[in-house]
């Protein structure tokens, strides 16, 4: 049940109807029950696991509770953290390490391979392990206490609009939200229909309409070079965008009508003068996860080691990332690539600082906000193609046999929405060096007279529905 079918909206205004309707003793019930429909829509087999793992982290919060002032609370934290990685592991990368295993074996002529099981994936599994995962961890710091209510403890982990591609949700953010009754407020549907209407332009005007030639290239990458894969290498990047962030503004937007305001992904990421700070920006919340999660305990830990842990740590941190999108070695190309670009960064700062500080700020912010573009349009092809080979493919060939011809170009089969695919990002990308020159632009577009406010709200509806691309699935929905 994808956000923008038709099936999504009558489920949303069911669910609208009974939350607000029953009053707050069966709000939560109802956005269980609500989110476990969600689910069954999917796959009712999908459904059976989800439970399953629900109920098995209500109890091992619980048990690591009540063994928190025992001499066994290590013991059973680490098995309660091994049972969610064991789970993790098996479904999304035994295939990968018996693939790997099979290549290996190839390598010595050996007779024999490790038969590959039948296995699917459940969706969104990545995100909700990491959710517990963190739950356990602040339990295990003494940070928070298990969480009794079982309905509260579903919807942390299986609340319906972010369960799909996240956010990676916090558990001292999300209960105390659920917990407390939630009054009707027009205020919190008015945001909140905005917000998903805005991520709705995002991902059907921009992130549809660029899905079609990113995938074709990628899909058949070595029918193409040159411009082509030039075209791509610029345009990937605001594909990716425009798809996750107006997943995540929808699923905040749908969250938002039920009164939960859940943490947001995208900080306009565009605007980074580097990639220490473009993962600040970007996906915040599974990167802020994993910095305090991984990365700041290991170099605590390690801080004797001074600043060799914490390139250690930058690495290990960055393999996390890559390797929890997909179990594939472009993944971990792509966390390797992170992880060399931050180390540099981090290795090299005093010195960067000393050359910007001679040149104009003007020029250092362009080239800056420039190279962390292109070194992250760099790691999308690895992230973006089916294996290293393609990658590599994509890289050597990016200047072969190069001519500026757009006439004819099979890629841009649809000039219509191509097109206005592009120009949409424009109006995006001028809202947001608005925001970062500190222009409130929502508070600017609030304050139109009524007319003028629905003329635009028309206007994005009207192109959401006449620009909607092929691409209908959303990218992090694999993850």
């Given at each position: 049940?994808?956000f923008?079918?038709?099936?999504?909206f009558?489920?949303?205004a069911v669910?609208?109807?009974?939350?607000y309707?029953?009053g707050?003793k069966?709000?939560?019930?109802v956005?269980?029950l609500?989110?476990?429909?969600?689910?069954?829509?999917?796959s009712?087999?999908?459904?059976?696991?989800?439970?399953?793992f629900?109920?098995?982290?209500?109890?091992l919060?619980?048990?690591?509770?009540?063994?928190?002032?025992?001499?066994?609370?290590?013991t059973?934290?680490?098995?309660?953290?091994?049972?969610?990685?064991?789970i993790?592991?098996f479904?999304?990368?035994?295939?990968?390490?018996?693939?790997?295993v099979?290549l290996?074996l190839s390598?010595?002529?050996?007779?024999g391979s490790?038969k590959?099981?039948?296995l699917?994936?459940?969706?969104?599994?990545?995100?909700y392990t990491?959710?517990?995962l963190?739950?356990?961890?602040?339990i295990?710091?003494k940070?928070?206490k298990?969480?009794?209510?079982f309905?509260a403890f579903?919807?942390?982990?299986i609340?319906?609009?972010?369960?799909l591609?996240?956010?990676?949700e916090r558990s001292?953010h999300?209960?105390?939200?659920?917990?407390?009754?939630?009054?009707?407020?027009?205020?919190?549907?008015?945001?909140?229909?905005?917000?998903?209407?805005w991520g709705?332009f995002?991902k059907?005007?921009i992130g549809?309409?660029?899905a079609?030639?990113v995938?074709?290239?990628?899909?058949?990458?070595?029918?193409?070079n040159?411009?082509?894969l030039?075209?791509?290498?610029?345009?990937?990047a605001i594909h990716l965008?425009a798809?996750?962030?107006?997943?995540?503004?929808?699923?905040?937007?749908?969250?938002?009508i039920?009164?939960?305001?859940?943490?947001d992904?995208f900080?306009r990421?565009f605007?980074a003068?580097?990639?220490?700070e473009?993962?600040r920006?970007w996906h915040i919340?599974?990167?802020?996860w994993?910095?305090?999660?991984i990365f700041?305990p290991?170099?605590?830990k390690?801080?004797?080691y001074?600043?060799?842990?914490a390139i250690?740590?930058?690495?290990?941190t960055?393999y996390v990332?890559?390797?929890?999108?997909g179990?594939n070695?472009?993944f971990?190309?792509?966390?390797l690539?992170q992880?060399?670009a931050?180390?540099?960064?981090?290795?090299?700062k005093?010195?960067?600082l000393?050359?910007?500080?001679?040149l104009?700020?003007?020029?250092?912010?362009f080239?800056?906000?420039?190279?962390?573009?292109?070194?992250?349009?760099?790691?999308?092809?690895?992230?973006?193609?089916?294996?290293?080979?393609?990658?590599?493919y994509?890289l050597?060939?990016?200047f072969?046999?190069?001519?500026?011809?757009?006439?004819?170009n099979k890629?841009?089969?649809?000039?219509?929405?191509f097109f206005?695919?592009?120009?949409?990002?424009?109006?995006?990308?001028?809202?947001e060096?608005?925001q970062?020159?500190?222009?409130?632009?929502p508070?600017?577009?609030?304050?139109l007279?009524?007319g003028?406010?629905?003329?635009?709200y028309?206007l994005m509806m009207?192109f959401?529905?006449?620009?909607?691309?092929a691409?209908?699935?959303?990218?992090?929905?694999?993850?």
């Amino acid at each position: 049940m994808q956000f923008d079918s038709l099936y999504f909206f009558v489920f949303l205004a069911v669910t609208f109807l009974l939350y607000y309707r029953l009053g707050h003793k069966f709000q939560q019930l109802v956005l269980f029950l609500a989110s476990v429909f969600f689910i069954a829509f999917l796959s009712p087999k999908l459904v059976v696991f989800t439970l399953i793992f629900v109920i098995l982290n209500y109890f091992l919060g619980i048990w690591l509770q009540k063994k928190a002032e025992t001499r066994f609370r290590v013991t059973v934290f680490w098995i309660t953290i091994a049972a969610n990685i064991g789970i993790l592991g098996f479904f999304k990368y035994i295939n990968f390490f018996f693939e790997n295993v099979n290549l290996f074996l190839s390598l010595f002529n050996a007779q024999g391979s490790v038969k590959l099981l039948d296995l699917i994936i459940p969706v969104g599994i990545s995100y909700y392990t990491f959710q517990a995962l963190g739950y356990l961890i602040r339990i295990n710091r003494k940070a928070e206490k298990a969480e009794t209510s079982f309905l509260a403890f579903a919807n942390y982990l299986i609340f319906f609009p972010k369960f799909l591609a996240g956010p990676v949700e916090r558990s001292n953010h999300f209960f105390p939200q659920i917990s407390k009754p939630v009054l009707f407020q027009a205020d919190n549907v008015t945001a909140g229909l905005r917000l998903f209407l805005w991520g709705m332009f995002k991902k059907v005007v921009i992130g549809n309409n660029l899905a079609d030639p990113v995938y074709q290239l990628y899909n058949n990458i070595e029918n193409y070079n040159g411009l082509p894969l030039l075209i791509i290498f610029f345009l990937q990047a605001i594909h990716l965008y425009a798809d996750f962030s107006g997943y995540t503004d929808m699923a905040l937007g749908v969250a938002r009508i039920f009164g939960i305001k859940l943490v947001d992904n995208f900080n306009r990421p565009f605007f980074a003068r580097n990639v220490g700070e473009f993962w600040r920006r970007w996906h915040i919340s599974l990167s802020s996860w994993c910095n305090d999660f991984i990365f700041s305990p290991f170099i605590v830990k390690y801080r004797k080691y001074g600043n060799k842990a914490a390139i250690a740590g930058i690495f290990i941190t960055f393999y996390v990332i890559g390797i929890w999108h997909g179990a594939n070695w472009t993944f971990v190309a792509v966390g390797l690539l992170q992880g060399i670009a931050i180390s540099y960064e981090f290795a090299t700062k005093r010195k960067r600082l000393q050359i910007a500080s001679r040149l104009p700020q003007g020029l250092v912010t362009f080239v800056s906000r420039t190279l962390t573009y292109l070194f992250f349009s760099l790691t999308l092809v690895f992230f973006n193609s089916q294996n290293i080979h393609d990658a590599f493919y994509f890289l050597s060939h990016i200047f072969s046999d190069f001519r500026f011809n757009l006439s004819g170009n099979k890629l841009i089969y649809d000039s219509s929405s191509f097109f206005v695919a592009i120009i949409a990002f424009g109006v995006i990308y001028i809202k947001e060096a608005l925001q970062e020159a500190k222009v409130d632009v929502p508070g600017y577009f609030y304050g139109l007279p009524r007319g003028l406010r629905w003329t635009g709200y028309y206007l994005m509806m009207a192109f959401v529905f006449y620009y909607s691309g092929a691409g209908d699935a959303f990218v992090y929905l694999q993850f």
